[in-house]
Structures are given as C-alpha cells and as structure tokens.
C-alpha cells in the first residue's frame, strides 16, 4: 500500500468524492502540518467525521465519568511498594500524584506518560480539525459514541492495563523511544508500518478485534450512509487505515476506489 495519510473515495456510484484522513492523537505543534492539499480538501467537505465527536460541550465530563473503573482502585491492581514507586515516577515525569487518579482507568494514564515523553505541550489533530470546522459552521458528528470507546477499556483487564503503566513509566526512555519511532512514521505516512505497530504491541495483541477491527467495521455503514448523500471529511486514528481489515481495504471491498492523495 502507498504511503499516505489522505485517501479519496470514489466511484461506486457516489456523485461527489469524501475523504479519509489518518491522524496522529497527540504531536508536538511543529509536527502538526496543515498542507495546501489537505485544507482544499478539507474545505470542499460538508460534514466532519471523528472517532468521537469531541465538539461536545459535555465531553470532558462523560469522559472523567468513563474513566473511572468498576469496583477496583490502583492500589488494588498494584502491591503497595509498586504504587508507590508508580505514583513516584508519575509525579516525576508528569508532576501528577496518582492519589489524585486512584480510580481511572490505567490507560486514561497513558496519555499523560505519552504527553511527558513527548517534551513539548502537545497538539491534537482532532482539536485542530474541529476549530477548522467550526469557522467554515461544518457539521461535526462522531463515528462512535466516546461510551462505546472507553468501555472497550473495561474489557480489557484491568491488570494488563496496569502493568503496561507501570512498564512505561519506569522505563522512560524507552517510551520516548517508542513514541519517536511512531511520529517519524507517521510523518513519513508510512501507515502500513504504523498498522503493523499497533498490532505487535503487547497490550494490543489480544484485543485487536475489541481495539481496531471491530470498531473499522462498525465504521464503514457510517462512512457509507455519508459519502452517498455529500462530501465527508473522515478523520481517524491512522493505524486504522492500512491492513487487510483496516478501513481503506473494507471501502474498496465494498466497490469504492479509495486512493491516496500527496
């Protein structure tokens, strides 16, 4: 597959193209890049599709709601010499205490060791792309609800989750590595390594279908029901796109000619 974070739909019948863009959910500002090619495009669209629609005002509630885990705490998941050696580093990488956190989700806590490794005040595509849509007053929705995400994260067992913080965490360099090696791909638009990534990683190998390939396939009636009636801007996590089940290989099952855009 060609190396690209935008894609064109077409044919099959649809009147008019859509768009399939693969974002990165948090960069530093200077590898956020708005090219010429990409605003036309943006621009000639109708509607803006995310994972989630992260416009909405409630979204910072319902997500502290969801984070929050079912009848377990971390000091549960972690004997008392881990917790502490956890919270110690948290509160040295992030300047958080994990007191505070006691009952999210372990992966809500990604995010944050991601943000440290990063050095930079990070930037979001998905941010970007709705302030954009908002100026032009184009539509935004969602092509799942942010409850039907972050339960995916009470499938996955709690202890996992746990010990993949606890790895990140005292093993810094290593995570700054890791995340390194992603944007360096990501800005190459190598999505085919980016997929291949995503389904190596160890806290991913078990759950592909509950993290990826479900949810691509819940996807594409949306995508369908849209690209019929009017030019959509689909904007998703990257490592969705390429694949023998990522999002572009089930479009051109269904009879669409997806492309790539340079």
Known sequence: MVSATLWEISGNGLSQPSYLFGTFHLLCPGDLVITDTMMQKFKASKKLYLEVDLSDPNTGMKMMQHLQMRDTTLHDLYDSLTYQQVSDSLERIAHIKLEM??????????????MAALDCQPASWELQLITLAKKDSMAIAGLETLESQLAIFDTIPYQLQAEQLKEMVFNLDSTKRETNNLINLYKEKNINEMNERAISDPLMRNYLDLILYNRNTNWIPTIERNIKTQTTFFAFGAGHLAGDKGVIFLLRKRGYTVKPIN
């Open 101 to 114: 956190f006691n009952k999210m989700k372990p992966f809500g806590l990604f995010s944050v060791v991601m």
